[in-house]
């Protein structure tokens, strides 16, 4: 039915990415040592090249954002993997390797493979683990790595080398890189510790360091764009079917219970989302992309009141960054801040629960009520990273040493449409990912929960 | 570095699906019946159109396959999701579902949100669960389904509907459609059953039936083409983890042991190849797309006699269908079918201890070794799926609801690069999805495993 | 060394227990329905006599307690099983049960199993569910329960019967009894229930009806005396590994960094001390029926330090009823009372981690310090129960059911040195399971945690 | 009911426990170096005495065994636990911990428990792990122990010291403890494990060597004596479950199903008892205790030809040792023997499952019927502990340890009746559990599973 073929012709466009070549224009390359690895006999097509690309958008709706953009070309990234020709000879490299900021699933996967891929791909044998955050540069608290060191870091959780927040001094750290002779710089951690991460290169290249820096983003809260996805995601949302289970569990064996369950997702609702779909025992999700309302007509109240009639019982999951603007806020909280500079967020659960059992209470006095509520955070944050997981950061760490051996730097790699890529570092550190309420996702994910829209009529 | 933007114009291709008013030009329009919920507020972009589409390749060499086919268009298809105008008005709704095949997590799942999905999305009444297979169509075993009785289905494993292979009788089950009044037949099989699909659909247009047929492909091999991944098979995949680490600590535990696993995959090893690459303890990966052998330089015994040096102890996991042209067959096995007249494997693990003991009797003699085979398949595919794909179950029945709802047939619903998309079944039928080792993923994985080549000198 | 046999010698006191015939001596016997089964063919040792009996008391100090009580016959319970006669003919059984109080896992199992029970090895076909604990009987709010309903409950969590507190209206609940001519009665619930339980036994016996009364009770935090252990224990101390996991894992990976794990327990530690013992990752555990303090030598401070010098991090669990004494109390909390009637406890968790919090901004000024606060309580009472007590609450819920049959009544089933044995519901009801912080067991438990002792100098 | 008071008087005959004094009267004593820990303010009853006795039966027979032995004394074992004095100075201590035969879980966290408590309880220094059993003694492949290496080990499966069947040299093995001047020495072993330790300890009493033995029995099938249960029996149970699970979801969506599991037990049936007891999806348990025949009346045949009439579909567990005197077996499977010298069994599984397809094959002809077997024993016996046997696994250690620097040789530690006690070894290496068909627990499990007796009529 329909369709056929578009008249609209499109060209591809590549995004460009910084390279050690751009200000080492003399830098000799080195044939990449996996050549002499005496099982490996590589097809043709086992190195991949500069005009290896992925496009970045594969959705379009022909009648309307396709046309309307047809002089732009196809926004494409260069794709990431081993190169025939490498710019570090293997003796000569010196990595550094920090996290920062707070746990997910996976952390210590990235590290691992890191470690094993420099050491066992590439042969690097000097490669230093940044103990607790930026801090850890400049206050000399490092530990050399190797493969027998990290065998089995990707089955614990947490981060071995430690992490912090804040400690960013972009003085003294990139002091310490010059001084300690670094001149491979994997930095793993969140949106602050990414922009971090863009200063670091900026200086770097300032002082014309030869020197390839490399972001990898941890966000458990899925909130970076460009990618498909961020590592521990699928662990983080696995582990909130627990929570969400028990409070089903505790709803369903009380009279009128509701089951209440806060998860991870400041600014963005993705966790939320994701666990309410694979769960099927909530009934409704609330998000910080999408406004509520508690009392009235289409709110949320009448809306339990429904399902409590219906079924005895209901499940509610908020992510931590819901309903901010519903909550009174003394003074003191409006001017607060974490360690990362962050607006400290009121506990959108507690408030909730307090609120649903004000509104029982006032309109069915007598009658039994029960709100369990549920904060997993520090139970799914904690956790070793799931076999998908695993996966994925074992992939998502071969292509960063794949392209810093390769000479690209101040760049981020990750998947795109399922293709392991690279992006400009810069690109991603502004870049964000929200779940937008507006398009055929959302809009059906919708359908599939049918809970509220918030629309007051 | 590179790149920029190509010089080559692209036009896209959308691939034609199956409508039902091919067939019945003058089939009249419902409204969608979301539009009287309530509690919903669509916004703008809520309902998807024709025009939405989605592409199918993503990742290009610029230098090779893109200006080689510049000629022609980038291939799409429709996009998924609920349509503003419907052509089944949904009191007039008899659905039918079947299971056919082997055992896959996530059957259950996507049996309950078909059912759910219609009953609650769409207000139809009438769904009948046909049982145990293609036979149950023709002999009168079926039981009407409702959103209370499926409620926790997505927690077991296995199908409540019940399975069996064989089974297919075109005659007789276009005879039992036709009688028993279904006009939706939503089939979940493998590629056999999806031939057998393809079969139903043209006979029903054979007879100007006015039924929406559609396949939703069940492969816990991960074979099937053109979908990012079937279903349940990241469930397998994190259950395959289980059964690698007790082999791992077997081998660990002992002199010179080696713990062997047997994973699931006939033509395809793409379980066994992502059970790798998760666990990080395998030290080889043999499947069926990549000969090997057993002898000699550059061999499976000279890498494993290396590791036992190295380490003390090796993990090796096979696909089922790897090695089937090494292991001696009687003429009688070479006869040999099963009930969907597969040709019989024959057991690579039993046979691979079996030469491995071999061996090392016959280098070693006297010296301690030990060999754990472990065999999880049935444990594996009887789990209820995990998260990821309790997830991805929802939105593949929904997707399945929508189409067939919007009037589409003879299509398979299914994630394209991540979104949700409509396929023609008969290119599905005929789509095959294997382990390519001569590209960029696979020789990256290998560099990651750092196994062997298998490439005689 | 020493030993060889003691002089004194000692004779065996078995506990009187409550029957039927006390009341109606001329209750007439059945045959055990058993012996008609056609696979049956008991053994001679099958069937349990009134002579069958268990000691109590298994461990002795020869030199101390035992000569001391020399006078004192051993005491003694009559064993559990199934009897011969039976004291009730199957066709004329009206069996009702109930559950009462917060959740715990296996209650479930114990519902399943005594209506598969009843059902299958008596021949019982009227059973009732009574729905939302003691209330349930005076608000006819019942469930006619059979195998097929119940069959799959004991892989779900909660209870399927739902459950509340308060609601206890003896001559309501005595008189629903009689109206609706139960005869035996299942009553599972806490102490506060056993309580209850005891008084309508009371009133059943005053009334002289025909009634079996038997108290199952249930209670997470294993706080029930004479019986070895409650069901669900040992599910909760396994769930409480992950709490404790992720604590320890947040506190390694941080710099001073804390995790703190609240577990239940209002008047006893057997929760804390068992997942203690059970996760080695815990440096201290604070329990109800231990004092301690926080500031001074020998206090929790001093000891964190020292910990957090020497490993850099610390993992501290505390039993929800410990250290109630310490927090500060407005008057009005002094005054609240839960819906059972209890005092209201203050949150030791959330009190304990600001006074670290402030000992540590007032003693190490400017240095990293992070406290990580777990409260797992929901997501470990609502889990199904693990292999262990589904073992057990089958083998609980058989014992009561034969022990009714036998025509017993006013009694509690539970393990006594792992014989199942029956106990006088009123000593049940008196009897608390209190750590002994004075004797070996406790003393060598001190001593593989290594933990202060909290005695001021 | 009945009952009062026995006439019948009993005294208390406490088993005699090897003593170092019993072979060096003169050794001197030593504080237990507990006394000088700074946060250790032990209460007056910390310390057991030789006095503190458990006793070892404690269900009787009134009627029947307790009087007919009324001379014989009640048999009591020493408790274990820390002593005052010690006989060991810890500075002088060389301890060897070494682990022999097939994998159990809870094998590393014995040793981790072994080393934390020698060394941090103790203050001893030197701790060796013999490697890879017996032969490790001999073949000088040992390591030292310390806290921070075994610090993680209690998460892992299998055993860090690695094992091996066989390889036992009495001669060799004593002299290279007297060589490498050990003085403690404890074994981790199955029955001919604890053969050999006993073996070891004469050796060492003839040679009038001053060491102090104790063995550890490690035995997933519990089939040792005398104590409660052997150390990761639990967690056996629990993992069963997975492979019951998944027979039991392969039956259910099959036409006429048939799930079977061989679990682990040579020659009792304990992990499959209580597997079926746990699960309660099992239609039948097959033990090597209770012989079975397949066809005729009250046979397993009509038996499951009856629960597929009834559901559909059934689930058979068996042990590994039942039905081995049903199996055909060639002249040379009549002879074959193991590396331990144990007869070689042939694989009930297997076998049944034929007996089964051909069972159907002749009685109903063309009809659907499946049979999926599962056999878990590597997946099972490969995890680590769960949290009861890693609670289990911490005081079996504690108390061995306490035991050896008590002076107390040639003993077992292990739970009587839930009192951690000393048992000889010479009186374990004996003894046997068995599950005993004709008693109480055996009939009334007989009657929650209801299942056939298998006695022809």
Redesign the interface.
């Known amino acids: 039915?329909?369709?056929?073929?578009?008249?609209?012709?499109?060209?591809?466009?590549?995004?460009?990415?910084?390279?050690l070549?751009?200000y080492f224009p003399d830098l000799q390359t080195h044939t990449n040592p996996?050549q002499s690895?005496?099982?490996?006999?590589?097809?043709?097509?086992?190195?991949?090249?500069?005009?290896?690309?992925?496009?970045r958008h594969?959705?379009?709706?022909?009648?309307?954002n396709?046309p309307a953009t047809a002089a732009a070309?196809l926004q494409?990234y260069?794709?990431a993997?081993?190169r025939r020709s490498i710019y570090f000879e293997p003796g000569s490299v010196r990595a550094a390797i920090v996290t920062c900021g707070g746990?997910c699933p996976g952390m210590n996967?990235v590290i691992?493979?890191l470690v094993?891929?420099l050491w066992?791909?590439y042969g690097v044998r000097r490669i230093c683990g940044i103990v607790?955050g930026y801090r850890g540069f400049y206050s000399d608290n490092a530990v050399e790595l190797n493969p027998k060191l990290v065998h089995n870091w990707?089955k614990?959780?947490?981060?071995?080398l430690?992490?912090?927040r804040g400690g960013f001094d972009l003085h003294k750290i990139v002091d310490a890189i010059q001084h300690q002779g670094f001149n491979q710089v994997y930095i793993i951690g969140g949106d602050g510790t990414m922009r971090g991460a863009v200063k670091i290169f900026d200086e770097i290249c300032r002082r014309r360091l030869q020197v390839a820096v490399t972001g990898i983003p941890k966000t458990v809260d899925n909130d970076v764009g460009i990618i498909?996805q961020s590592f521990g995601f699928?662990t983080a949302?696995?582990m909130?079917?627990?929570?969400i289970?028990?409070?089903h569990?505790?709803a369903?064996?009380?009279?009128n219970g509701i089951g209440l369950v806060k998860l991870m997702g400041r600014s963005t609702g993705h966790i939320a989302l994701?666990?309410t779909?694979?769960?099927?025992d909530v009934d409704c999700c609330l998000i910080p992309e999408m406004a509520f309302y508690l009392e009235g007509s289409?709110g949320l109240f009448t809306?339990l009141d429904q399902k409590l009639k219906e079924n005895g019982h209901a499940v509610l999951v908020v992510a931590e960054g819901a309903g901010q603007d519903l909550i009174p806020r003394t003074e003191a909280q409006k001017e607060e801040r974490d360690e990362s500079g962050n607006p400290v967020f009121l506990d959108v659960g507690g408030w909730l629960k307090t609120e649903l059992r004000n509104w029982w209470a006032r309109t069915h006095p007598g009658e039994?009520f029960t709100v369990?509520?549920?904060?997993?955070t520090?139970?799914i944050r904690?956790?070793p990273a799931?076999?998908?997981d695993?996966?994925y950061c074992?992939?998502l760490a071969?292509s960063a040493i794949?392209g810093v051996m390769a000479?690209?730097t101040g760049f981020v790699p990750g998947p795109?449409?399922?293709?392991y890529s690279y992006i400009p570092l810069k690109e991603v550190a502004e870049a964000k990912n929200e779940v937008n309420?507006?398009?055929?996702k959302w809009?059906?994910v919708?359908?599939?929960t049918?809970?509220?829209?918030f629309?007051r009529s």
């Open positions: 039915m329909a369709a056929g073929t578009t008249d609209q012709q499109r060209s591809i466009g590549v995004e460009k990415l910084p390279h070549t751009d996996l690895n005496q099982f490996f006999h590589p097809s043709d097509g086992f190195y991949v090249t500069p005009t290896d690309v992925v496009l594969t959705a379009f709706d022909l009648a309307a396709f070309p494409a260069h794709r993997g081993p746990l996967t691992r493979e094993v891929g066992e791909v607790a990707h614990r959780g947490g981060t071995a430690e992490t912090s498909d699928q949302v696995e909130a079917q627990q929570a289970s028990a409070a569990v505790e369903e064996s009380a009279v994701h666990a779909l694979s769960s099927r289409g809306f039994l369990k509520y549920i904060d997993p520090y139970m904690a956790v799931n076999a998908t695993n996966s074992s992939l071969h794949h000479g690209y795109i449409n399922r293709h309420t507006r398009d055929h809009a059906w919708r359908s599939v049918n809970q509220p829209d629309v």
